[in-house]
């Protein structure tokens, strides 16, 4: 999600320095390093870059991204059935709401087909940990009297598998870099469905260094499209089976954030990446990625 930050940072880099030439033995020895790799042909058009003096990072990578992510979910209607009778709505005397804490650890490949396009793909592990609560109203006992409030929170635990595919775009001028990022995942946790998402995000910053390591620091907004039903089917204490549809998100789908990323060398960058929505909800990213 992180990756078109190094390209956009290479691009302005070169815009920035465009009207100074490169020295022709320095042209010659970034060419004939280029023609040793067997990874030469990526990027597409990445002699157009290179002929400017721009040095472009190395087209693949793999890395790992560690989520850990915290968040209000907002339940819009819960429908249950038994034995196969449809589900009907529950929400006339039952209203939910549940707060969640994500671990996703996803090992990562991507490649830049053109200098300013990178797409790639992730695959990996996913736990949620919920704690649900569970509004109820009650009809009074006898007239006159009020109606019954009761609240039960119900802490769950789920875990299962994820994985999806993203582009990104990047550009830039002078020190300063745009990226825009579009990730689609799937994620299966165990419900008769799996639960799809797409997250957008869009990162601005300035490129510069970090004693003699190439560093980058953005601001970035990011969209999680992630709201979905979760359906399934249990066993009814009282026999037969029981089937649910939960229409559930995010309570706040946009958050704002930090990030940086610093460059070791050519083979090794990592960035950090850190967001919050404003109402309690945040998350943090972690992404080491080798380079080749």
């Known amino acids: 999600m992180l990756a078109g930050v190094i390209v956009a940072a290479a691009l302005v ?23 040793e790799r067997w990874s030469s042909f990526l990027p597409l058009l990445g002699h157009l870059a290179r002929d400017r003096g721009i040095e472009l990072p190395l087209p693949f990578g793999a890395g790992l991204v560690l989520y850990s992510l ?8 819960v429908r249950v059935g038994r034995n196969g009778t449809p589900p009907v709505s529950v929400s006339d005397f039952a209203s939910l709401g549940a707060r969640a804490e ?7 490949v991507d490649a830049w087909i053109l200098p300013f396009v990178n797409i790639y793909a992730i695959v990996g592990y996913i736990h949620n940990e919920s704690d649900t609560r569970i509004d109820v109203t009650l009809p009074a006992i006898s007239p006159g009297q009020p109606d019954r409030q009761l609240q039960v929170n119900v802490p769950t635990q789920m875990e299962g598998s994820v994985g999806g595919v993203g582009m990104t775009l990047a550009g830039g001028y002078g020190p300063y870099f745009l990226v825009v990022d579009i990730n689609a995942a799937r994620a299966d946790l165990g419900f008769d469905e799996r639960f799809d998402a797409l997250v957008t995000s869009a990162r601005a910053g300035w ?47 946009r958050t ?24 309690g909800g945040w998350y943090l990213a972690l992404i080491p990625v080798a380079r080749f």
Not at 102 to 108: H, T
Request: charged letters at 15%; hydrophobic letters at 45%.
């Open 70 to 77: 915290h968040r209000d979910i907002v339940i819009n209607d």
């Open 102 to 108: 994500v671990f996703n650890l996803n090992a990562k």
């Open 207 to 253: 490129n510069g260094a970090a004693g003699r390591f190439p560093f980058r620091a953005w601001v970035n907004l990011t969209d999680w499209d992630t709201a979905t039903i979760a359906t399934g089917t249990v066993a009814d204490p009282d026999g037969g089976t029981l089937s649910f549809e939960v229409d559930q998100g995010p309570a706040w789908r």
């Open 256 to 279: 704002w954030g930090l990030g940086a990323q610093c460059t070791f060398n050519p083979h090794f960058d990592a960035a950090v990446d850190l967001g919050v929505d404003f109402h």
């Open 13 to 35: 880099a070169g815009a920035a320095n465009a009207e100074v030439a490169p020295a022709p033995d320095s042209l010659a020895a970034s060419a004939a390093e280029h023609a």
